[in-house]
């Protein structure tokens, strides 16, 4: 009689990533899960990443799989100056002469930063009034974040405000009050904005101050007695305080 046993699989890896990974320069990236898969092989596995671009680095963690263990994280560091755009990068499991490998793809973006600016740098503004301007943010692709704004040392009888912070989608706009008491003259003003990760913007704003007063009309004579069918001549003066 003829014995028939089944054969034994032989020992194997493989590994799988969860996603690819979408990253902005000089920022750092969500982790994606690393998924080892085992044939008859208890031996601990090491995971190294290969083909990253420059300014690029990676951490594995764990970095070694014992037995048991099958997963792990990777998450990649860029730096502002990192290689921008579309690639590949290459995640090695190797241990006990087995080896395995997954290709992930990689979008490193450019850095986030936007531009601002106001519709003008100069501004003449009465004693007791306001005046109102559009702040104009416009982000890159990869901003995602929220602009807040302030205002450097304010001359007396000068407040300044922006409302409300930018955020993508909504406009901000600036608001100069004078009071009645302003000494008139041209002061310079700063603005900053700032948001997480992108250098502050710092903008100049020159704010002439005018004073205009009130106005009073006074004729002369102020009693007349015109007779019907002649004519008379009167002075208005009218004077600005």
Request: with cysteine; glycine share 8%.
């Amino acid at each position: 009689m003829d014995c028939w046993r089944a054969a034994t699989p032989s020992a194997s890896l493989s590994l799988a990533a969860s996603s690819g990974i979408s990253v902005a320069a000089g920022l750092t990236s969500a982790p994606i899960v690393l998924t080892l898969s085992r044939v008859n092989t208890t031996t601990p596995v090491t995971l190294i990443v290969e083909g990253l671009p420059t300014g690029v680095t990676a951490t594995v963690n764990p970095s070694t799989l014992p037995a048991g263990v099958n997963s792990a994280t990777l998450t990649l560091v860029t730096v502002a100056t990192a290689t921008e755009g579309s690639s590949s990068i290459t995640v090695r499991a190797s241990g006990g002469g087995l080896d395995a490998q997954v290709a992930i793809g990689l979008l490193v973006q450019p850095k986030p930063d936007y531009t601002v600016s106001i519709d003008s740098s100069s501004f003449t503004i009465p004693t007791n009034s306001l005046h109102m301007s559009n702040v104009n943010v416009v982000p890159n692709q990869s901003f995602t974040g929220t602009v807040q704004f302030s205002f450097g040392p304010l001359p007396e009888g000068v407040s300044g405000n922006v409302a409300p912070p930018f955020q993508q989608g909504g406009p901000s706009r600036l608001q100069f009050g004078v009071a009645p008491t302003t000494t008139p003259g041209t002061y310079p003003i700063t603005l900053t904005a700032q948001a997480a990760n992108v250098a502050a913007k710092v903008i100049t704003i020159n704010v002439n101050v005018v004073r205009i007063g009130a106005i009073s009309a006074s004729v002369t004579p102020n009693l007349l007695a015109i007779v019907h069918g002649e004519t008379t001549n009167v002075t208005v003066t009218v004077t600005r305080t």
